[in-house]
Protein backbone atom coordinates (compact mmCIF):
# COMPACT_ATOMS: atom_id res chain seq x y z
CA UNK A 1 0.00 0.00 0.00
CA UNK A 2 1.08 3.44 -1.27
CA UNK A 3 0.28 7.27 0.85
CA UNK A 4 -0.09 10.07 -0.46
CA UNK A 5 -0.08 13.08 2.32
CA UNK A 6 -1.91 16.00 0.72
CA UNK A 7 -2.39 19.25 3.11
CA UNK A 8 -4.43 21.65 1.28
CA UNK A 9 -3.62 24.50 4.14
CA UNK A 10 -0.37 24.45 3.22
CA UNK A 11 0.80 26.57 0.33
CA UNK A 12 4.32 25.80 -0.80
CA UNK A 13 5.30 27.35 -4.21
CA UNK A 14 3.89 28.69 -7.37
CA UNK A 15 2.85 26.42 -10.02
CA UNK A 16 4.98 27.03 -13.17
CA UNK A 17 4.80 26.59 -16.47
CA UNK A 18 5.12 22.77 -16.97
CA UNK A 19 2.75 22.48 -19.60
CA UNK A 20 4.05 24.32 -22.72
CA UNK A 21 4.56 22.49 -25.99
CA UNK A 22 6.68 22.89 -29.48
CA UNK A 23 4.57 23.95 -31.89
CA UNK A 24 0.98 25.63 -32.64
CA UNK A 25 -2.71 23.82 -33.46
CA UNK A 26 -3.66 22.85 -36.63
CA UNK A 27 -6.63 24.73 -38.10
CA UNK A 28 -8.92 23.13 -40.66
CA UNK A 29 -8.95 24.58 -43.54
CA UNK A 30 -11.56 24.50 -46.90
CA UNK A 31 -9.97 21.86 -48.41
CA UNK A 32 -10.05 19.04 -45.28
CA UNK A 33 -12.12 19.18 -42.33
CA UNK A 34 -9.14 17.98 -39.95
CA UNK A 35 -8.18 19.85 -37.45
CA UNK A 36 -7.10 20.46 -33.38
CA UNK A 37 -8.26 23.68 -32.66
CA UNK A 38 -10.74 23.42 -30.38
CA UNK A 39 -9.38 20.74 -27.93
CA UNK A 40 -5.57 22.61 -28.38
CA UNK A 41 -7.74 25.72 -27.17
CA UNK A 42 -9.65 24.16 -24.48
CA UNK A 43 -6.01 22.54 -22.93
CA UNK A 44 -4.94 26.17 -22.28
CA UNK A 45 -1.47 25.35 -23.65
CA UNK A 46 0.87 28.89 -22.14
CA UNK A 47 3.53 29.01 -25.08
CA UNK A 48 4.39 27.03 -28.15
CA UNK A 49 7.72 26.90 -29.30
CA UNK A 50 8.24 27.23 -33.02
CA UNK A 51 11.26 25.37 -33.80
CA UNK A 52 10.84 22.48 -36.38
CA UNK A 53 6.97 24.31 -37.78
CA UNK A 54 8.60 24.42 -41.35
CA UNK A 55 8.47 20.39 -41.81
CA UNK A 56 4.82 20.25 -41.51
CA UNK A 57 2.76 21.72 -44.61
CA UNK A 58 -0.04 22.53 -42.48
CA UNK A 59 2.01 25.42 -40.94
CA UNK A 60 3.53 26.54 -44.18
CA UNK A 61 5.95 23.70 -44.90
CA UNK A 62 9.71 25.33 -46.06
CA UNK A 63 8.15 28.78 -45.88
CA UNK A 64 7.59 29.38 -42.21
CA UNK A 65 9.50 30.80 -39.05
CA UNK A 66 12.96 29.63 -40.13
CA UNK A 67 15.14 32.79 -40.88
CA UNK A 68 16.85 31.45 -44.26
CA UNK A 69 12.81 30.86 -45.44
CA UNK A 70 11.48 34.48 -44.38
CA UNK A 71 14.86 36.63 -45.52
CA UNK A 72 15.39 34.08 -48.66
CA UNK A 73 18.74 36.18 -50.18
CA UNK A 74 21.13 36.70 -47.59
CA UNK A 75 22.72 38.98 -49.71
CA UNK A 76 19.55 41.57 -50.31
CA UNK A 77 18.67 44.86 -48.63
CA UNK A 78 18.19 43.89 -44.74
CA UNK A 79 16.19 47.15 -44.26
CA UNK A 80 13.91 46.90 -47.24
CA UNK A 81 10.55 45.34 -46.17
CA UNK A 82 10.62 43.59 -49.78
CA UNK A 83 13.61 41.03 -48.85
CA UNK A 84 11.41 39.56 -46.52
CA UNK A 85 8.03 36.59 -46.75
CA UNK A 86 7.05 37.03 -43.81
CA UNK A 87 3.09 35.65 -45.29
CA UNK A 88 3.17 32.08 -43.96
CA UNK A 89 4.68 32.60 -40.53
CA UNK A 90 2.22 35.62 -40.47
CA UNK A 91 -0.37 32.99 -40.39
CA UNK A 92 1.21 30.49 -38.51
CA UNK A 93 1.47 32.91 -35.56
CA UNK A 94 -2.00 34.16 -35.69
CA UNK A 95 -3.21 31.13 -35.22
CA UNK A 96 -1.10 30.09 -32.28
CA UNK A 97 -2.17 33.35 -30.67
CA UNK A 98 -5.86 32.88 -31.79
CA UNK A 99 -6.01 29.74 -30.48
CA UNK A 100 -4.18 30.38 -26.56
CA UNK A 101 -1.15 29.73 -26.80
CA UNK A 102 1.77 32.88 -26.96
CA UNK A 103 4.65 32.15 -29.91
CA UNK A 104 8.08 31.04 -28.43
CA UNK A 105 10.31 32.12 -31.28
CA UNK A 106 13.44 29.77 -32.38
CA UNK A 107 15.53 32.11 -34.93
CA UNK A 108 17.37 29.85 -37.03
CA UNK A 109 16.88 26.70 -38.93
CA UNK A 110 15.27 23.52 -38.61
CA UNK A 111 17.29 20.53 -37.87
CA UNK A 112 18.33 18.77 -41.35
CA UNK A 113 18.62 15.27 -41.54
CA UNK A 114 19.27 15.47 -45.27
CA UNK A 115 22.27 13.79 -46.79
CA UNK A 116 23.32 17.63 -48.22
CA UNK A 117 22.56 20.62 -45.69
CA UNK A 118 21.23 23.49 -47.07
CA UNK A 119 20.62 26.28 -43.48
CA UNK A 120 22.42 25.29 -40.63
CA UNK A 121 25.97 26.72 -41.76
CA UNK A 122 27.21 29.72 -40.28
CA UNK A 123 25.88 33.23 -41.96
CA UNK A 124 28.03 34.36 -43.85
CA UNK A 125 28.09 37.83 -41.89
CA UNK A 126 26.75 37.08 -38.09
CA UNK A 127 26.26 41.25 -37.17
CA UNK A 128 23.51 41.08 -40.96
CA UNK A 129 21.78 38.15 -39.89
CA UNK A 130 21.17 39.48 -36.16
CA UNK A 131 19.85 42.38 -37.89
CA UNK A 132 17.71 40.57 -39.94
CA UNK A 133 16.69 39.23 -36.94
CA UNK A 134 15.99 42.28 -35.45
CA UNK A 135 13.73 43.55 -38.50
CA UNK A 136 11.82 39.99 -37.65
CA UNK A 137 11.07 41.10 -34.27
CA UNK A 138 10.00 44.20 -35.39
CA UNK A 139 7.62 42.81 -37.50
CA UNK A 140 6.08 40.85 -34.97
CA UNK A 141 6.05 43.04 -31.67
CA UNK A 142 6.28 46.95 -33.15
CA UNK A 143 4.35 46.48 -36.55
CA UNK A 144 7.42 47.12 -38.70
CA UNK A 145 6.68 46.03 -42.76
CA UNK A 146 2.81 45.75 -41.97
CA UNK A 147 3.07 43.92 -39.45
CA UNK A 148 1.47 43.15 -35.58
CA UNK A 149 2.43 43.97 -32.50
CA UNK A 150 2.26 40.82 -30.85
CA UNK A 151 3.12 40.28 -26.53
CA UNK A 152 6.22 37.82 -28.19
CA UNK A 153 8.35 38.19 -25.53
CA UNK A 154 10.74 34.80 -25.74
CA UNK A 155 13.12 34.55 -29.11
CA UNK A 156 15.89 32.14 -28.74
CA UNK A 157 18.73 31.98 -30.89
CA UNK A 158 19.76 28.95 -32.72
CA UNK A 159 18.53 25.08 -32.03
CA UNK A 160 21.14 22.19 -31.13
CA UNK A 161 24.58 23.51 -32.22
CA UNK A 162 25.91 21.11 -29.84
CA UNK A 163 24.45 18.17 -32.10
CA UNK A 164 26.77 16.08 -33.81
CA UNK A 165 29.46 18.44 -32.69
CA UNK A 166 32.52 15.78 -32.94
CA UNK A 167 31.15 14.36 -36.22
CA UNK A 168 32.89 15.19 -39.51
CA UNK A 169 30.14 14.49 -42.07
CA UNK A 170 26.98 14.46 -40.95
CA UNK A 171 26.47 17.65 -38.54
CA UNK A 172 22.09 18.24 -38.51
CA UNK A 173 22.39 21.75 -36.89
CA UNK A 174 25.41 23.66 -36.90
CA UNK A 175 28.03 22.78 -39.77
CA UNK A 176 30.50 25.59 -38.12
CA UNK A 177 33.04 24.73 -35.15
CA UNK A 178 32.48 25.97 -31.33
CA UNK A 179 34.14 28.67 -31.96
CA UNK A 180 32.38 30.24 -34.69
CA UNK A 181 28.94 29.68 -32.49
CA UNK A 182 30.20 31.37 -29.96
CA UNK A 183 31.03 34.14 -31.65
CA UNK A 184 27.61 33.63 -33.40
CA UNK A 185 25.51 33.59 -30.26
CA UNK A 186 27.58 36.08 -28.75
CA UNK A 187 27.08 38.81 -31.74
CA UNK A 188 23.63 38.23 -32.44
CA UNK A 189 22.83 38.55 -28.66
CA UNK A 190 24.58 41.58 -27.61
CA UNK A 191 22.42 43.31 -30.98
CA UNK A 192 19.08 42.11 -30.22
CA UNK A 193 19.07 42.66 -26.20
CA UNK A 194 20.88 45.95 -26.91
CA UNK A 195 17.78 46.68 -29.36
CA UNK A 196 15.26 44.88 -27.20
CA UNK A 197 16.30 45.57 -23.59
CA UNK A 198 12.47 44.63 -22.51
CA UNK A 199 12.43 40.93 -24.38
CA UNK A 200 13.56 37.74 -23.72
CA UNK A 201 16.66 36.86 -25.53
CA UNK A 202 18.98 33.64 -25.18
CA UNK A 203 19.34 30.15 -26.37
CA UNK A 204 21.03 27.86 -27.74
CA UNK A 205 18.93 24.80 -27.17
CA UNK A 206 21.50 22.90 -26.57
CA UNK A 207 20.65 19.17 -27.33
CA UNK A 208 22.23 18.03 -23.69
CA UNK A 209 26.04 18.10 -24.21
CA UNK A 210 26.94 19.28 -20.41
CA UNK A 211 30.71 19.43 -21.16
CA UNK A 212 29.78 21.45 -24.50
CA UNK A 213 26.77 23.63 -22.26
CA UNK A 214 29.96 25.19 -20.08
CA UNK A 215 32.24 25.65 -22.29
CA UNK A 216 29.93 27.72 -24.09
CA UNK A 217 28.59 29.61 -20.89
CA UNK A 218 32.21 30.30 -20.26
CA UNK A 219 33.46 31.88 -23.36
CA UNK A 220 29.92 33.69 -23.94
CA UNK A 221 30.18 34.81 -20.13
CA UNK A 222 34.47 35.85 -21.14
CA UNK A 223 32.27 38.44 -23.97
CA UNK A 224 30.15 40.05 -21.76
CA UNK A 225 27.15 38.28 -23.37
CA UNK A 226 23.62 38.70 -21.67
CA UNK A 227 21.58 35.60 -21.50
CA UNK A 228 17.58 36.21 -20.53
CA UNK A 229 17.35 32.15 -20.98
CA UNK A 230 19.29 29.06 -21.50
CA UNK A 231 17.11 26.45 -23.40
CA UNK A 232 18.52 22.68 -23.52
CA UNK A 233 17.01 19.44 -24.23
CA UNK A 234 16.49 16.43 -22.71
CA UNK A 235 15.01 12.47 -24.04
CA UNK A 236 15.14 9.62 -21.60
CA UNK A 237 12.62 7.19 -19.64
CA UNK A 238 13.23 8.09 -15.35
CA UNK A 239 11.25 11.72 -13.97
CA UNK A 240 13.51 11.34 -11.96
CA UNK A 241 16.67 11.71 -14.75
CA UNK A 242 14.98 13.93 -15.81
CA UNK A 243 14.72 16.40 -12.75
CA UNK A 244 18.61 15.63 -11.85
CA UNK A 245 19.54 16.90 -15.25
CA UNK A 246 17.77 20.03 -13.98
CA UNK A 247 19.44 20.46 -11.18
CA UNK A 248 22.49 20.42 -12.78
CA UNK A 249 22.18 22.57 -15.43
CA UNK A 250 20.52 25.25 -12.45
CA UNK A 251 24.22 24.63 -10.82
CA UNK A 252 26.21 25.19 -14.12
CA UNK A 253 24.49 28.19 -14.56
CA UNK A 254 25.25 29.73 -11.33
CA UNK A 255 28.86 28.22 -11.75
CA UNK A 256 28.98 30.37 -14.88
CA UNK A 257 27.75 33.52 -14.06
CA UNK A 258 24.38 33.15 -15.04
CA UNK A 259 22.63 33.07 -11.71
CA UNK A 260 19.91 35.15 -13.10
CA UNK A 261 19.21 33.41 -16.33
CA UNK A 262 15.85 31.33 -16.78
CA UNK A 263 15.86 27.65 -17.00
CA UNK A 264 14.34 26.35 -19.99
CA UNK A 265 14.05 22.58 -20.87
CA UNK A 266 12.44 22.36 -24.00
CA UNK A 267 12.41 19.65 -25.41
CA UNK A 268 11.64 16.81 -23.78
CA UNK A 269 9.67 13.31 -24.27
CA UNK A 270 9.93 9.58 -24.17
CA UNK A 271 12.57 7.52 -25.72
CA UNK A 272 14.33 4.52 -24.73
CA UNK A 273 16.47 4.53 -27.46
CA UNK A 274 17.53 5.85 -30.56
CA UNK A 275 18.11 2.83 -32.68
CA UNK A 276 17.02 -0.49 -31.88
CA UNK A 277 14.65 0.53 -29.04
CA UNK A 278 13.14 3.76 -31.16
CA UNK A 279 9.97 2.09 -32.58
CA UNK A 280 9.04 0.45 -29.31
CA UNK A 281 9.79 4.54 -28.02
CA UNK A 282 7.10 6.17 -30.34
CA UNK A 283 4.58 3.77 -29.85
CA UNK A 284 4.78 4.06 -26.31
CA UNK A 285 4.39 8.27 -26.56
CA UNK A 286 0.91 7.92 -28.57
CA UNK A 287 -0.19 5.45 -25.90
CA UNK A 288 -1.28 5.49 -22.01
CA UNK A 289 3.05 4.51 -20.83
CA UNK A 290 3.78 7.96 -23.22
CA UNK A 291 0.81 9.62 -21.15
CA UNK A 292 1.88 8.66 -18.16
CA UNK A 293 5.35 9.80 -18.75
CA UNK A 294 4.01 13.05 -19.30
CA UNK A 295 2.04 14.10 -16.52
CA UNK A 296 4.86 12.53 -14.34
CA UNK A 297 7.32 14.82 -16.08
CA UNK A 298 5.12 17.37 -15.17
CA UNK A 299 4.56 16.62 -11.52
CA UNK A 300 8.56 16.18 -10.86
CA UNK A 301 9.79 19.51 -12.47
CA UNK A 302 6.93 20.92 -10.77
CA UNK A 303 8.45 19.61 -7.32
CA UNK A 304 12.42 19.81 -8.15
CA UNK A 305 12.16 23.68 -8.36
CA UNK A 306 15.35 23.91 -10.77
CA UNK A 307 13.69 24.55 -13.93
CA UNK A 308 11.52 27.80 -14.86
CA UNK A 309 9.41 26.07 -17.56
CA UNK A 310 9.07 22.63 -19.63
CA UNK A 311 7.87 22.27 -23.35
CA UNK A 312 7.20 18.90 -24.64
CA UNK A 313 7.64 18.19 -27.97
CA UNK A 314 5.61 17.85 -30.31
CA UNK A 315 2.31 19.05 -31.22
CA UNK A 316 3.29 19.05 -34.39
CA UNK A 317 1.72 16.10 -36.05
CA UNK A 318 4.31 13.36 -36.41
CA UNK A 319 6.21 10.63 -34.46
CA UNK A 320 6.82 12.45 -31.29
CA UNK A 321 3.00 13.95 -30.92
CA UNK A 322 1.96 12.47 -28.24
CA UNK A 323 -1.40 14.71 -27.94
CA UNK A 324 -3.44 14.48 -31.61
CA UNK A 325 -3.49 11.40 -33.74
CA UNK A 326 -1.79 12.33 -36.72
CA UNK A 327 -4.68 10.92 -39.11
CA UNK A 328 -7.81 12.45 -36.60
CA UNK A 329 -6.53 14.98 -35.25
CA UNK A 330 -8.52 13.91 -32.05
CA UNK A 331 -6.80 13.86 -28.56
CA UNK A 332 -4.94 10.96 -27.67
CA UNK A 333 -4.13 9.99 -23.98
CA UNK A 334 -1.51 12.26 -24.00
CA UNK A 335 -3.96 14.97 -24.07
CA UNK A 336 -5.11 14.60 -21.20
CA UNK A 337 -2.10 15.56 -18.83
CA UNK A 338 -2.01 19.32 -20.69
CA UNK A 339 -5.70 19.58 -19.96
CA UNK A 340 -4.88 18.98 -16.33
CA UNK A 341 -2.13 20.50 -15.76
CA UNK A 342 -3.76 23.59 -16.78
CA UNK A 343 -6.27 23.38 -14.19
CA UNK A 344 -3.62 23.09 -11.90
CA UNK A 345 -1.63 25.99 -13.25
CA UNK A 346 -4.83 28.20 -12.83
CA UNK A 347 -5.17 27.41 -9.67
CA UNK A 348 -1.59 29.26 -8.56
CA UNK A 349 -0.59 27.83 -5.87
CA UNK A 350 0.80 24.41 -5.32
CA UNK A 351 0.03 22.61 -1.91
CA UNK A 352 2.09 19.58 0.07
CA UNK A 353 1.51 16.66 -1.74
CA UNK A 354 4.10 13.80 -0.76
CA UNK A 355 3.98 10.00 -1.66
CA UNK A 356 6.34 7.76 -0.15
CA UNK A 357 6.40 5.48 -3.40
CA UNK A 358 8.91 6.42 -6.42
CA UNK A 359 6.52 5.18 -8.83
CA UNK A 360 3.71 7.80 -7.84
CA UNK A 361 3.91 11.34 -8.93
CA UNK A 362 1.75 14.07 -7.26
CA UNK A 363 1.19 17.87 -7.61
CA UNK A 364 -1.34 19.95 -6.52
CA UNK A 365 -2.78 23.59 -6.39
CA UNK A 366 -5.39 25.33 -4.84
CA UNK A 367 -7.03 29.00 -5.05
CA UNK A 368 -10.00 30.62 -3.22
CA UNK A 369 -12.84 28.72 -4.97
CA UNK A 370 -11.48 25.12 -5.59
CA UNK A 371 -8.28 22.62 -5.08
CA UNK A 372 -6.68 20.19 -7.51
CA UNK A 373 -4.26 17.25 -7.35
CA UNK A 374 -3.03 15.31 -9.85
CA UNK A 375 -1.72 11.74 -9.38
CA UNK A 376 0.23 9.26 -11.70
CA UNK A 377 1.10 5.78 -11.32
CA UNK A 378 4.29 5.63 -13.85
CA UNK A 379 6.73 2.88 -14.82
CA UNK A 380 9.04 1.88 -16.85
CA UNK A 381 9.02 -1.12 -16.07
CA UNK A 382 6.24 -2.83 -18.53
CA UNK A 383 5.73 -6.41 -16.35
CA UNK A 384 4.76 -3.86 -12.92
CA UNK A 385 1.17 -4.54 -11.66
CA UNK A 386 -1.41 -2.28 -10.12
CA UNK A 387 -1.45 -0.53 -6.68
CA UNK A 388 -3.00 0.75 -4.14
CA UNK A 389 -2.70 4.24 -2.66
CA UNK A 390 -4.49 5.68 -0.26
CA UNK A 391 -5.31 9.58 -0.42
CA UNK A 392 -4.60 11.19 3.19
CA UNK A 393 -6.06 14.47 3.18
CA UNK A 394 -5.66 17.47 5.36
CA UNK A 395 -7.59 20.83 4.59
CA UNK A 396 -10.47 19.38 3.00
CA UNK A 397 -13.43 17.05 3.42
CA UNK A 398 -12.29 14.05 1.12
CA UNK A 399 -16.14 12.93 0.23
CA UNK A 400 -16.81 16.49 -1.51
CA UNK A 401 -13.56 15.31 -3.90
CA UNK A 402 -14.59 14.52 -7.46
CA UNK A 403 -12.87 11.52 -9.22
CA UNK A 404 -11.55 11.59 -13.00
CA UNK A 405 -9.34 8.37 -14.60
CA UNK A 406 -7.24 8.03 -17.65
CA UNK A 407 -5.79 4.49 -18.86
CA UNK A 408 -5.95 2.33 -21.21
CA UNK A 409 -9.83 2.00 -20.92
CA UNK A 410 -10.84 5.89 -19.26
CA UNK A 411 -10.21 8.73 -21.06
CA UNK A 412 -10.82 11.76 -18.52
CA UNK A 413 -13.81 9.49 -16.96
CA UNK A 414 -15.69 10.01 -13.90
CA UNK A 415 -15.27 7.43 -11.14
CA UNK A 416 -17.03 7.17 -8.34
CA UNK A 417 -16.56 3.94 -6.89
CA UNK A 418 -13.28 5.20 -4.86
CA UNK A 419 -13.43 4.21 -0.95
CA UNK A 420 -13.57 7.26 0.91
CA UNK A 421 -13.09 7.06 4.81
CA UNK A 422 -11.64 8.55 7.81
CA UNK A 423 -11.11 11.49 5.40
CA UNK A 424 -8.84 9.23 3.64
CA UNK A 425 -9.47 8.05 0.04
CA UNK A 426 -8.70 4.35 -1.59
CA UNK A 427 -7.97 3.92 -4.64
CA UNK A 428 -6.49 1.22 -7.22
CA UNK A 429 -4.47 2.24 -9.86
CA UNK A 430 -3.21 0.26 -12.77
CA UNK A 431 0.47 0.73 -14.23
CA UNK A 432 0.63 3.93 -16.11
CA UNK A 433 -2.71 5.86 -15.23
CA UNK A 434 -3.34 9.26 -14.22
CA UNK A 435 -6.12 10.39 -11.46
CA UNK A 436 -7.23 13.87 -11.47
CA UNK A 437 -8.75 14.95 -7.99
CA UNK A 438 -11.14 18.08 -7.89
CA UNK A 439 -12.85 19.89 -5.14
Request: negative net charge; glycine residues 6%.
Amino acid sequence: MSTIKVNFNKEIDKIRIMHAVNNGPVVAGSDQTRGNQDAYKAARIPYARTHDASFYAGYGGNHTVDVNFIFPDFDADVNDPNSYDFACTDLYMKQIIDYGAKPFFRLGSKIEHEVKKYNTFPPKDFKKWAEICEHIIEHYTEGWADGFYYDIEYWEIWNEPDLDAHEENNKRCWQGTFEEFVDFFSTSAKHLKNRFPNLKIGGPASCGDEEWSEAFLKEIKKKDTPLDFFSYHWYWTQPYDMTDKCTRVRKMLDRCGYENAETNLNEWNYVRGWSDEFVYSIKQIIGMKGAAFTSACMSACQNCRDVDMIMYYDARPGTFNGLFDFYTMEPLKGYYPFYIYANLYEMENQIEAICDDKDIYVVGAKNSDKCGLMVTYYSENDNDGAKKVTLDIDGFDASRLKFYLIDESNSYVPKTTYKVEDNKVTMRLERNSIVYIEG
